[in-house]
């Protein structure tokens, strides 16, 4: 038979039942809370990795702004040396030419004066 301890036994039940009802109500919103942190965390991410994904492709643009900077520094400097080599050249012709014509000049004012002599010495 029961005593009247089973009788508050059964009284507690339904009171336990709805404390475990409560508490198992908390627990989905507790993992919403959980989840909305973990939610905010993995769109912190997303997005932490979407600044990365951008930085990293403004890297790569310098380095490509760097390299087509110093290309252009070589053609240019490359440029100057071979005009410098020409005009250097250039100048080295016409004085060589500019000499090259006064002994010429020299050699005909000499052979024309030897043979000058030479017809002066005949008569």
């Known amino acids: 038979m029961p005593g009247p301890e ?15 009802v409560k508490k198992a109500s908390r627990k989905p919103e507790q993992a ?4 909305e942190p973990l939610d905010e965390i993995q769109q912190r991410a997303a997005m932490a990795y979407v ?6 492709r403004q890297v ?5 702004e760097q390299e087509q900077q110093v ?20 100048q080295a012709l ?15 004012a000499s052979i024309e004066k030897i043979w000058t002599i030479f017809t002066k010495s005949r008569k």
């Open 32 to 35: 919403e809370q959980v989840m």
């Open 71 to 90: 290309e252009k520094t070589y053609r240019q400097a490359k440029e100057k040396a071979r005009k410098a080599s020409e005009e250097g050249i250039a």
């Open 94 to 108: 016409k004085i060589r030419d500019e000499a090259e014509m006064q002994a010429l000049e020299a050699r005909n």
């Open 51 to 56: 600044a990365y994904r951008e930085a990293e």
């Open 6 to 20: 089973s009788h508050e036994a059964i009284e507690q039940k339904p009171e336990e039942i709805e404390q475990q």
């Open 60 to 64: 790569e643009e310098a380095y490509k």
